[in-house]
């Protein structure tokens, strides 16, 4: 186990519709995010249809998250790609080979794990169009997720469903095995729009009135499920009435809260620079773009949710770690839970292993238990 101090901040960048912006809006970001200083590492997990790679320039053979995950490499340090510009890194997701394009839960999981440990203060993640659960469980598992829609009628529904699908199924994925909470997610996620479905608010106080000791991971995806929208190809002048629209329905039909961070605005410039969009950053054709950008970057807040927490040390842990510790919490006498759930414990241990380390010890499990075979 190795630590690492320095906090860091992973965006995961999605949206229901392709080919409204994704891409070349994940690009810009990193480009200047890397420009005003911070480490980032660009992820292409559009897992069938990446293209990071050609956005940055990047025509040749380099390894890529296949390698991943095909085992070729240990660890996703590994396949880290530097690029024309400094502080700038790529992770490609080219040359996936069919089937490969989804990837089973646990690999998920392990490319999340890694993905944390990556010497980066920014990740930002690119996912695919639809509603794959891919896609779906890569945008709830990131710090903050950004949803990028045109603002046509088809493409904001599309960010909706986009939405919801990303709530449910990280509901889900926390809550499946729980013998009441889990059939509860099943059918609420299967109601129309017509059906009055729980809201986020309302689901929470049914969560404790069925098991009181969920209440803080349940508080933790309320606070933590603010997905932050980027509407692009605005034409100037136009008014929100669609954005309004679309977060009143997250907030009525979902209770969540959306932030709209921003527009992009429509520039028929950036097709002469799809093979090079720092390039068109850096371009006077692309000074609104830019700026636009920059504006999000301020209303996104980065420089405060980057900054090292004073007195938190974050331990890292290996997968190998990892698998050894979700195999005591099988073998542990049920005592040991009692009052908790076993299972959200080794769900956790994926996403906070010092969490539940220090868990376990408070409840006597000796700490050679957990280091040694
Ligand atoms: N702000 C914009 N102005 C004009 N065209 C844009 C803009 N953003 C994206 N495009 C066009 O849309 C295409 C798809 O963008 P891309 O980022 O690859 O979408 P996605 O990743 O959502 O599928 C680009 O090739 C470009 O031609
Ligand atoms: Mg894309």
């Given at each position: 186990m190795n630590n690492d101090k320095r906090a860091k901040t992973i965006f995961a960048v999605g949206g229901?519709?392709?080919?409204?912006?994704k891409s070349i809006f994940s690009v810009a970001l990193g480009t200047l995010l890397a420009n005003a200083g911070y480490s980032v590492v660009l992820t292409d997990?559009?897992?069938?249809?990446?293209n990071l790679h050609a956005c940055m320039g990047i025509l040749r053979k380099t390894p890529s998250i296949a390698d991943f995950i095909l085992k070729k490499?240990?660890?996703?340090e590994d396949i880290l790609i530097e690029t024309s510009r400094k502080n700038l890194h790529l992770i490609s997701g080219a040359d996936f080979l069919p089937g490969m394009a989804n990837p089973a839960y646990w690999m998920k999981l392990k490319i999340m794990r890694h993905i944390r440990s990556l010497p980066a203060d920014i990740v930002i993640m690119d996912l695919g169009a639809g509603v794959h659960f891919n896609t779906l469980d890569f945008f709830g598992v990131a710090d903050r997720g950004i949803v990028v829609t045109a603002p046509e009628p088809g493409a904001v529904m599309n960010a909706y469903g986009f939405i919801k699908g990303a709530l449910f199924r990280k509901l889900q994925s926390i809550f499946?095995?729980?013998?009441d909470i889990g059939p509860l997610i099943d059918s609420e996620s299967k109601k129309?729009?017509?059906?009055g479905r729980l809201t986020l608010d309302k689901f929470t106080k049914e969560v404790i009135k069925i098991d009181p000791d969920l209440y803080p991971l349940i508080s933790e995806v309320e606070q933590s499920f603010t997905p932050a929208l980027v509407v692009n190809r605005v034409p100037a002048g136009q008014s929100h009435v669609l954005v309004r629209n679309l977060i009143a329905l997250c907030t009525e039909k979902l209770g969540i809260k959306m932030d709209h961070v921003g527009n992009l605005p429509d520039s028929r410039d950036i097709s002469d620079f799809l093979l090079n969009i720092p390039g068109f950053l850096d371009a006077k054709a692309g000074k609104l773009y830019r700026s636009a950008i920059k504006g999000i970057i301020d209303t996104l807040n980065v420089s405060d949710l980057t900054v090292p927490q004073k007195g938190q040390r974050k331990a890292e842990f290996s997968d190998e770690d990892v698998e050894r510790i979700i195999k005591v919490i099988e073998w542990l006498d049920d005592s040991i839970f009692s009052g908790t759930n076993r299972e959200v414990w080794k769900l956790r241990m994926y996403f906070n292993p010092s969490e539940v380390v220090d868990f376990l010890a408070s409840r006597g499990v000796s700490y050679e238990t957990l280091s040694s075979e």
């Open positions: 229901g519709k392709g080919g409204v912006g997990l559009d897992l069938g249809a990446a490499v240990p660890s996703l499946r095995k729980h013998p129309t729009e017509g059906e």
